[in-house]
């Protein structure tokens, strides 16, 4: 495993992002809405850092086995409809690699009746994006690199690290492994 944003590092950048978010909204009331299950670190990293009044949601992004690539999103009906209709909201997704996960969750959103919506990402993996959208606030660029850590799992596994790490090839074997066994 290589370590490509360290604990440090992580908190630092994080802190230049949240108060590059909170120059933006100028104090305005926000709905976050978060793509779980990996951006639950970094919600709960801009819950701490942003000073204006906040309403957070959450949307579920269902992933295919072994966490690839998301498929269909789930929302969560009448109580995200209402904390979207007429605010400004942000949504808070882990890494944007192709960007369709995204694609498909904007328009969801922009049916809601928001003010603005605005993508805020901890990782954007370079020359990867598919789709003419673009995050308005990225956190690290990052190589085109299978990683893990601060929420981001790979079978389950290393969601707890407290850093940003690269899989290599035979530790994503050895994962797929464990995840197998009862
Ligand atoms: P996109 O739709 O932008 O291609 O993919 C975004 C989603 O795929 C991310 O939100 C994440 O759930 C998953 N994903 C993409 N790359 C990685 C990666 O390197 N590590 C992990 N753990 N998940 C990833
Ligand atoms: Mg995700």
Redesign the pocket.
């Known amino acids: 495993m290589k370590t490509l944003i360290t604990e440090d590092q992580l908190r630092a950048g994080i802190r230049s992002f949240a108060e590059k978010i909170q120059q933006h909204y100028q104090g305005r009331p926000l709905t976050l809405v978060g793509?779980m299950v990996?951006?639950i670190m970094l919600l709960a990293d801009l819950i701490r850092f942003l000073d204006l009044p906040m309403r957070i949601e959450i949307v579920q992004?269902r992933?295919q086995p072994h966490?690839?690539?998301?498929g269909p999103l789930v929302l969560n009906g009448d109580v995200l409809a209402s904390s979207i209709l007429n605010r400004h909201v942000l949504v808070v997704?882990?890494?944007?690699?192709?960007?369709?996960?995204?694609?498909d969750l904007i328009p969801q959103i922009d049916d809601l009746g928001p003010i603005s919506v605005r993508i805020a990402v901890l990782l954007q993996?370079e020359g990867?994006r598919?789709v003419p959208l673009k995050p308005d606030f990225t956190a690290f660029t990052i190589p085109n690199?299978?990683?893990?850590g601060y929420g981001?799992?790979?079978c389950d596994k290393y969601r707890n690290l407290p850093y940003i790490a690269a899989l290599e090839p035979q530790e994503m074997e050895e994962a797929e492994g464990k995840s197998a066994a009862p």
């Open positions: 793509v990996g951006s992004a992933t966490g690839l690539r998301s997704d882990d890494i944007f690699d192709t960007g369709r996960t995204l694609w993996k990867r598919e690199e299978f990683v893990v981001l799992d790979y």
